[in-house]
């Protein structure tokens, strides 16, 4: 692996967007070009990285050349190999779709947009929990400026109860870094982990505290029941390219739980080892539950799309808190197939609504949709796609998912799964009908433009990704298979960042 190659998902967007600022007043093609470019290199660097990391070799990258356990160590195993190319796919597609014009509506839209990438890739790479936090705000920050801008009603409402939820969760977040740090004197994951195995047994119930609050905290941004009810408003509120970016950050959450959990409590840290993953089980299938009725009883498309994405990340923590290769090796597969279809989802969702004029994404009005040819096609496809029908990847990911259930889990999973993913196809099919296949009397007097081909190319290339996962399924799940037993057994991972030293001090030793 190139010596840098691992910082350039973070250093890249975070140029670009620099660039952009400087050279705004040169119109909004300077600025869709770098962007698109930047997007297209970070593909394919995050392409590199994840074929570098199949190798096995967990590659630590030392920012400003101090050592891991005083400074920032940058980490890339399959995982976030795995997250960094998702994103890549994801930022792209959006990207390309807010380049139809939507970008001319936000102040600064590319910068922000970039500043975002570069949070939600340094949130992937980093080892260190306070380096976790500082890229969960960076991200966090940019996402405020591209919901919020250009926005007035409902969206400002909802906007500022996203924001005064996130940075609620970010004070939790400080005290449990606070707490672990006067506790163990250290942040670095590897070292949190031996010290937590050494921790003496009056210290124990404190970690744990502060353990739980992370946990908390990453569930609230996955939007794990009773933490999701943040999410369905917000998410349909938000403009859909910038909506499809967020398609992986309730997916960052779950990220987060597999890594620092798998990392800081496992099978070496005594009676703590594991301790999270039993309280996550049935609030996952509560949550998978909730979200199934949520997107059944929706009167909004773009509220019906948001429930889903509450029910795939409510899935996901099912799959991780069942601790087993087979089924994380699964939910790895899932975890990005479910990213990809509703970011898909959400685009198509709004190409329906701007050509339905006054009815919107309404699922209680009629109203004449025309080019409903492509746009009714588009949407099955993401549909089928979404809740897990053959021949698509959501139907192998599920399916790989249930059978890989131990016994004891698959007993109440299997009905709990099956039955969800009925009533996501009700909901589905029943705004099908509404939008395609009912329609007023009479006629438009004038037609609203077809949708644009960037904006069709956007989608596309998400319905294309899917459709390509599908293909490749076997060799996708045996990397999710090799990724798993990489967090099953951190060993390596703990032993990469441990043993990482700084160029000279490496040049120094005899």
């Given at each position: 692996?190139?010596?840098?190659?691992?910082?350039?998902?973070?250093?890249?967007?975070?140029?670009?967007?620099?660039?952009?600022?400087?050279?705004?007043?040169?119109?909004?093609?300077?600025?869709?070009?770098?962007?698109?470019?930047?997007?297209?290199?970070?593909?394919?660097?995050?392409?590199?990285?994840?074929?570098?990391?199949?190798?096995?070799?967990?590659?630590?990258?030392?920012?400003?050349?101090?050592?891991?356990?005083?400074?920032?160590?940058?980490?890339?195993?399959?995982?976030?190999?795995?997250?960094?190319l998702t994103t890549a796919l994801l930022g792209l597609a959006a990207l390309l779709y807010a380049c139809s014009g939507w970008d001319r509506r936000?102040?600064?839209?590319?910068?922000?947009?970039?500043?975002?990438?570069?949070?939600?890739?340094?949130?992937?790479?980093?080892?260190?929990?306070?380096?976790?936090?500082?890229?969960?705000?960076?991200?966090?920050?940019?996402?405020?400026?591209?919901?919020?801008?250009?926005?007035?009603?409902?969206?400002?409402?909802?906007?500022?109860?996203?924001?005064?939820?996130?940075?609620?969760?970010?004070?939790?977040?400080?005290?449990?870094?606070?707490?672990?740090?006067?506790?163990?004197?250290?942040?670095?994951?590897?070292?949190?982990?031996?010290?937590?195995?050494?921790?003496?047994?009056?210290?124990?119930?404190?970690?744990?505290?502060?353990?739980?609050?992370?946990?908390?905290?990453?569930?609230?941004?996955?939007?794990?029941?009773?933490?999701?009810?943040?999410?369905p408003e917000a998410y349909a509120r938000t403009p859909a390219p910038v909506v499809a970016l967020f398609a992986v950050m309730t997916k960052l959450?779950?990220?987060?739980?597999?890594?620092?959990?798998?990392?800081?409590?496992?099978?070496?840290?005594?009676?703590?080892?594991?301790?999270?993953?039993?309280?996550?089980?049935?609030?996952?299938?509560?949550?998978?539950?909730?979200?199934?009725?949520?997107?059944?009883?929706?009167?909004?498309?773009?509220?019906?799309?948001?429930?889903?994405?509450?029910?795939?990340?409510?899935?996901?923590?099912?799959?991780?808190?069942?601790?087993?290769?087979?089924?994380?090796?699964?939910?790895?597969?899932?975890?990005?197939?479910?990213?990809?279809?509703?970011?898909?989802?959400?685009?198509?969702?709004?190409?329906?609504?701007?050509?339905?004029?006054?009815?919107?994404?309404?699922?209680?009005?009629?109203?004449?949709?025309?080019?409903?040819?492509?746009?009714?096609?588009?949407?099955?496809?993401?549909?089928?796609?979404v809740v897990g029908l053959p021949p698509l990847s959501g139907f192998i990911g599920k399916l790989a998912l249930l059978a890989a259930l131990p016994?004891?889990?698959?007993?109440?999973?299997?009905?709990?799964?099956?039955?969800?993913?009925?009533?996501?196809?009700?909901?589905?099919?029943?705004?099908?009908?509404?939008?395609?296949?009912?329609?007023?009397?009479?006629?438009?007097?004038?037609?609203?433009?077809?949708?644009?081909?960037?904006?069709?190319?956007?989608?596309?290339?998400?319905?294309?990704?899917?459709?390509?996962?599908?293909?490749?399924?076997?060799?996708?799940?045996?990397?999710?298979?090799?990724?798993?037993?990489?967090?099953?057994?951190?060993?390596?991972?703990?032993?990469?960042?441990?043993?990482?030293?700084?160029?000279?001090?490496?040049?120094?030793?005899?």
């Amino acid at each position: 692996m190139s010596m840098h190659l691992a910082v350039l998902p973070i250093v890249l967007p975070l140029a670009v967007a620099a660039l952009m600022v400087l050279l705004e007043k040169q119109g909004m093609g300077l600025q869709r070009a770098l962007g698109i470019a930047s997007s297209l290199a970070l593909l394919a660097i995050a392409t590199r990285l994840a074929i570098e990391a199949d190798t096995g070799t967990v590659a630590v990258y030392l920012l400003g050349n101090w050592e891991a356990r005083v400074g920032i160590a940058l980490a890339v195993d399959r995982l976030s190999a795995i997250m960094l190319l998702t994103t890549a796919l994801l930022g792209l597609a959006a990207l390309l779709y807010a380049c139809s014009g939507w970008d001319r509506r936000a102040p600064h839209f590319h910068a922000l947009f970039q500043v975002q990438l570069m949070g939600l890739n340094g949130a992937f790479l980093t080892a260190d929990l306070f380096n976790l936090f500082v890229f969960f705000e960076v991200l966090l920050i940019a996402s405020y400026g591209l919901m919020l801008s250009g926005g007035r009603g409902a969206r400002m409402r909802v906007g500022m109860q996203y924001v005064a939820f996130n940075i609620t969760a970010s004070t939790l977040y400080l005290f449990a870094v606070g707490l672990l740090y006067g506790l163990l004197g250290a942040l670095n994951m590897a070292e949190l982990a031996q010290r937590i195995a050494a921790a003496p047994a009056e210290n124990l119930a404190w970690i744990a505290s502060a353990g739980g609050l992370l946990l908390v905290v990453f569930c609230a941004k996955a939007a794990l029941f009773p933490l999701a009810l943040w999410l369905p408003e917000a998410y349909a509120r938000t403009p859909a390219p910038v909506v499809a970016l967020f398609a992986v950050m309730t997916k960052l959450g779950v990220y987060a739980v597999l890594r620092v959990f798998s990392t800081l409590f496992g099978a070496e840290a005594g009676m703590l080892a594991g301790y999270v993953w039993p309280w996550l089980l049935p609030l996952a299938g509560i949550g998978v539950a909730l979200a199934a009725l949520g997107a059944l009883a929706a009167s909004r498309l773009r509220l019906l799309a948001a429930y889903l994405v509450v029910g795939s990340a409510a899935t996901l923590f099912i799959a991780i808190s069942v601790r087993e290769q087979a089924v994380l090796a699964a939910s790895l597969y899932y975890l990005v197939h479910s990213s990809l279809a509703v970011a898909a989802l959400f685009l198509i969702i709004d190409l329906v609504r701007r050509r339905r004029l006054a009815a919107g994404d309404s699922l209680r009005k009629l109203d004449h949709l025309p080019h409903r040819g492509v746009l009714g096609l588009l949407f099955a496809i993401a549909a089928i796609a979404v809740v897990g029908l053959p021949p698509l990847s959501g139907f192998i990911g599920k399916l790989a998912l249930l059978a890989a259930l131990p016994d004891a889990v698959a007993r109440w999973a299997w009905p709990l799964l099956l039955i969800a993913s009925l009533l996501a196809l009700v909901a589905l099919a029943h705004a099908g009908a509404q939008l395609f296949w009912r329609s007023p009397e009479g006629t438009l007097d004038t037609l609203p433009r077809p949708p644009a081909r960037i904006e069709l190319l956007a989608v596309a290339l998400l319905l294309a990704a899917g459709i390509a996962m599908t293909g490749f399924a076997g060799s996708l799940l045996a990397y999710g298979g090799r990724a798993a037993a990489q967090l099953l057994d951190p060993t390596a991972y703990r032993a990469a960042l441990l043993e990482a030293r700084p160029v000279r001090a490496r040049e120094e030793a005899p």
